[in-house]
């Protein structure tokens, strides 16, 4: 029974368990199907794959529906949002959740039974469990003993009505090597003889993972499988379900795995958050989120990789056939440059949109006193001003505020000794300080502005620039590293930079 569908139109499909929220590893298995699709012209098919309902979280769904929509990767069928935020399925070949298509799992698992693909299995847990115990201390690998094949149809409905409690499981050939041509890592091929015979229904009637994703990507015409690589060792036992049924194998490709740091063992939760929230609540952005994860696992070549790439620019030169056998380490350090890169392109409103909750919230936590008499428009005045001076050295939009604390302190602290630049004397420094307060003090309100004052204190500076800047930014900041005084200057404002002057000249 080969699939008489002619159409060969390209279909992919994400078929995440909705056990957490979105992991950063689903991203980029939607990404890549998402611009393999539609480079080619196909659809994405989200399916929710919840059959193994003990590790169901509740609101999953919701946030990856969420998350796809923060992503900009909405999938043509599967559930979403409907306007009042209800979730619905659309397109022809559903229901595109698991828990709603038992019955077409029945079917098929009967249908595996009745050809002699399949059987019942009575063993008990603590059968296997000695079974296995006994294998393991021979060294063999652990597979059932096909016991219960050796039971008679009669036996078997005898035992069935009686209630005794089974799964179904598929009957692997013996003896026979199958071979996956795989996009990623080219042919893989596996003996039947290490493949189990796996249990295919529960003994709760749900199927199994390995049946119901063979299923479904056969009913929903799938004709390209993109997964991470530890779903590679399954493969064998999904070809061999294709054949049993008599179905036209899909393409698979299997992404390269996600590494910790130390670029030896699999991503995990001890390496930090994974979650894409997690992620966004960071103060990552989208655009810089979706290319650091577009590069895991592939890039453009020609070492183009600084840029930043939107998703239509992605479909354009994205290729699944270059995507990386060896696993993509996550590198934080990596994805803190793109975000940086990123924020750096941003236009200061374009920057104010996406920072503004960031900033207030760092602000209310750290210097809850900041902007209390001042008029909304005056606060949002001074936060761009802010956010202007530290776009250029800002990693996470989190960071806001965080490293500038002279911006938002009513009294900052200023020890003599750093006002001194190198060996210059006290006499020296104070009277740099008088000469800055005089020239500063002399600027009207509509000169203050970022070009005056880089220019008029440039100019004050002169060939001796440390002389002079040294003792006006630890003057006006308390630091020794702070953005320009300059910089510094235009975001105080007038008033609070004599205020600061005077108070440093009096030390
Ligand atoms: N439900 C599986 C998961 O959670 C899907 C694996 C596959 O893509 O076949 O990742």
Redesign the pocket.
């Known amino acids: 029974m080969k699939n008489t569908d002619t159409d060969k139109s390209v279909r992919v499909r994400m ?3 909705p056990t957490g929220m979105m992991h950063i590893g ?1 991203l980029r298995t939607v990404l890549y199907d998402y611009l393999f699709a539609k480079q080619n012209g196909g659809s994405l098919v989200l399916r929710v ?1 919840d059959t193994d309902q003990s590790r169901e979280v509740d609101g999953a769904v919701e946030n990856l529906l969420t998350m796809l929509s923060w992503a900009g990767l909405e999938p043509d069928e599967g559930p979403r949002f409907d306007e009042g935020g209800k979730i619905v399925e659309i397109g022809t070949y559903g229901p595109y959740t698991q828990s709603q298509r038992l019955d077409i799992y029945r079917d098929h698992i009967q249908k595996l039974i009745d050809s002699d693909h399949a059987y019942y299995c009575f063993c008990s847990a603590e059968r296997l469990d000695e079974m296995r115990t006994v294998q393991q201390k021979m060294k063999q690998p652990p597979m059932y003993d096909r016991t219960c094949t050796q039971l008679t149809g009669a036996e078997v409905q005898a035992r069935i009505s009686a209630g005794e409690k089974h799964v179904v499981r598929m009957r692997v050939p013996r003896g026979r090597e199958v071979v996956v041509d795989d996009v990623v890592r080219g042919r893989v091929s596996f003996s039947t003889d290490t493949v189990d015979d796996q249990v295919i229904m529960k003994s709760d009637g749900f199927p199994t ?1 390995h049946l119901a ?1 063979v299923v479904d990507d056969h009913l929903m015409r799938i004709s390209h ?1 993109l ?2 690589e530890e ?1 590679l060792p399954s493969t064998p036992k999904h070809i061999i379900l294709y054949d049993m049924f008599g179905w036209e194998i899909p393409v698979f490709a299997h992404l390269p795995l996600l590494l910790g740091p130390d670029g030896k063992k699999k991503l995990s939760k001890r390496d930090g958050d994974v979650s894409v929230e997690d992620f966004i609540r960071q103060g990552y952005l989208r655009e810089a989120i979706i290319n650091f994860v577009a590069f895991l696992g592939w890039n453009p070549g020609g070492g183009q990789t600084q840029e930043i790439y939107s998703i239509g620019e992605m479909q354009e030169i994205f290729r699944l056939e270059k995507v990386h056998k060896s696993g993509a380490i996550l590198d934080r350090v990596k994805l803190g440059k793109i975000n940086a890169r990123y924020i750096k392109s941003l236009s200061l409103d374009e920057l104010y949109d996406v920072g503004v909750e960031f900033f207030d919230a760092n602000v209310s936590e750290l210097y809850p006193e900041w902007s209390k008499d001042w008029t909304d428009s005056q606060r949002q005045e001074v936060t761009k001003r802010i956010m202007l001076i530290e776009q250029d050295r800002l990693e996470r939009l989190s960071d806001f505020a965080k490293e500038t604390p002279f911006f938002f302190q009513e009294n900052i602290d200023v020890s003599s000794g750093l006002l001194q630049w190198k060996d210059n004397s006290r006499e020296q420094t104070q009277e740099v300080l008088k000469r800055a307060h005089a020239l500063l003090a002399s600027v009207d309100d509509e000169s203050w502005t970022r070009a005056n004052l880089q220019e008029l204190l440039m100019q004050a500076a002169g060939e001796d620039r440390g002389s002079f800047l040294w003792p006006l930014r630890a003057a006006l900041t308390g630091q020794k590293k702070s953005p320009s005084p300059m910089d510094c200057a235009w975001v105080l404002g007038k008033e609070e930079v004599i205020k600061r002057l005077e108070n440093a000249s009096n030390l």
């Open positions: 078929a995440p368990s689903t794959e993972y994703v499988i997964r991470g779903w």
